[in-house]
């Protein structure tokens, strides 16, 4: 059987289109942007979540007994990249709201410029549910990738990415890394530029989020 080739969805939904277009905005202050964050990641999460797979079950209304479709089961894990990716998880909570939370935390080494793990909580049944990793910005694609590389270790083997921007080098990057990971982008920007931010992007959305510099 052959391994899952991962794709890249860019959503061109107006709505997500209009909140990431707000979120940019330099004036767009602390709580503005943070509200707008979740508003999107439900709004992604609602096109990401369209092939959960379905059951029939038998119910009764209050006319008679009938079959519907329900979800077949609701094993979904969220799993943000600290600190930016927690951004996106009441946004994803709102639709799913039987989803566990696991956690990633990654800094990198001065010296290396390797990603390294100092924190990674994740649910204990994490092989068998699909994963969602979540993070504002893809911008090289080093945080992802270890970020999936640690969890894949930890058992997952569903895994898809998903995220507010995302620039050319960081999707390459990480399709290479991880081709049987899907990817989900509500906007895909220019380029990277020296300092390896985002071209035109939306700053740090970390410090966006939580009014820090």
Not at 21 to 49: D, Q
Not at 158 to 177: N, S, T, V
Not at 194 to 213: F, Q, S, V
Request: charge should be negative.
């Amino acid at each position: 059987m052959s391994e899952k080739q991962g794709k890249v969805y860019v959503f061109d939904h107006p709505l997500i289109q209009h909140k990431v277009s707000m979120m940019r905005k330099k004036e767009t202050n602390v709580k503005e942007f943070r509200e707008m964050a979740t508003e999107v990641a439900t709004l992604m999460g609602y096109e990401a979540t369209r092939d959960l797979p379905l059951e029939d079950v038998e119910i009764e209304t209050p006319m008679c007994k009938t079959t519907v479709k329900m979800l077949k089961g609701e094993d979904i894990a969220i799993v943000p990249i600290l600190r930016a990716g927690l951004g996106f998880v009441d946004g994803m909570l709102a639709l799913v709201p039987n989803a566990k939370v696991g956690h990633v935390g990654l800094y990198r080494d001065p010296e290396t410029h390797m990603p390294i793990e100092y924190y990674c909580k994740l649910p204990s049944d994490i092989d068998k549910r699909k994963t969602f990793v979540v993070d504002p910005m893809l911008a090289t694609g080093g945080s992802a990738i270890a970020a999936i590389d640690f969890i894949k270790r930890r058992g997952a083997t569903d895994i898809a990415f998903m995220c507010l921007i995302a620039a050319p080098e960081g999707i390459d990057a990480l399709q290479k890394a991880h081709p049987d990971v899907d990817i989900y982008i509500a906007a895909r920007d220019e380029r990277l530029n020296e300092d390896a931010y985002i071209l035109p992007g939306l700053g740090d959305a970390g410090d966006r989020l939580y009014g820090t510099k």
